[in-house]
């Protein structure tokens, strides 16, 4: 008697199912560059006036989701106050995005990194989703015609420039 | 029937698997200091110490001594 004759191959694809259970099923892929950007609506932090991104069709928006729990948001903040400084006049919106669950949340992270900038918190999370977001803080800039120009995954000191070149050549170029 | 119960048990497994991916939104509880896999360095350090004391040895935690077998 030879017991594992002919059971090998049964056992191999079972095997392998099994190891396919244990591969995580990912999503689908995240927004990328030239992609129409999502639907995104949600309420001012202050004020509860809800604000679409379509609101701002016709101008370039700068798009940054962030948590108060994010550690690289505490850098990013300042940056972006400062292109809200220096950009504002030339047509840039940065609308910053709160993936916090409460405003509580979200008001303590401000208090300590004031914005200069539309804050809307959304607790459902619903636009992150709608982005699929691929890691925290992320930003995309999006240009009058409302397409995704360029994403940025993270937050580095070395983004800086790489962004502000990216917003006043979009600026400058009017498209 | 081998590969039957297996493919069984594989399904079991996918059932009762908890990995699962949670979206970059999602992580504000994992980013918690108490969600480290590391306590911090100071902490750390202060455990080791205890951990040292309690074991008796120098070497509780590894190797000590430059192995000429005294501590």
Known sequence: ?175 | MFSRVLIVAALLVAALSGCTTVPPWERGTLAKPVMSVDPPPQEKTQKLRTYGAKEGGAAATGVGGGGCGCN
């Open chain 1, 1 to 175: 008697m030879t017991p594992h004759q002919g059971r090998t191959p049964g056992r191999i694809s079972a095997c392998a199912a099994l190891a396919l259970t244990l591969v995580p099923a990912y999503a689908a892929w995240p927004a990328a560059s030239g992609e129409t950007a999502p639907a995104c609506s949600a309420p001012l932090l202050d004020g509860g006036r809800p604000v679409s991104l379509a609101d701002y069709r016709g101008k370039v928006v700068y798009v940054d989701f962030w948590a108060s729990w994010c550690a690289p948001c505490r850098e990013s903040f300042p940056f972006m106050n400062e292109l809200q400084r220096d950009l504002s006049a030339k047509g840039l919106e940065i609308v910053a995005v709160s993936v916090d669950k409460t405003a509580e949340e979200a008001r303590r992270f401000l208090d300590r990194y004031p914005a200069q900038f539309t804050v809307i918190l959304d607790a459902a999370a619903k636009c992150p989703a709608a982005f699929r977001l691929e890691g925290m803080p992320s930003s995309y800039v999006i240009d009058r015609g409302g397409i995704v120009r360029a994403v940025h995954v993270g937050f580095r000191s070395g983004d800086r420039d790489e962004i502000r070149q990216q917003l006043v050549e979009m600026l400058a170029a009017g498209k």
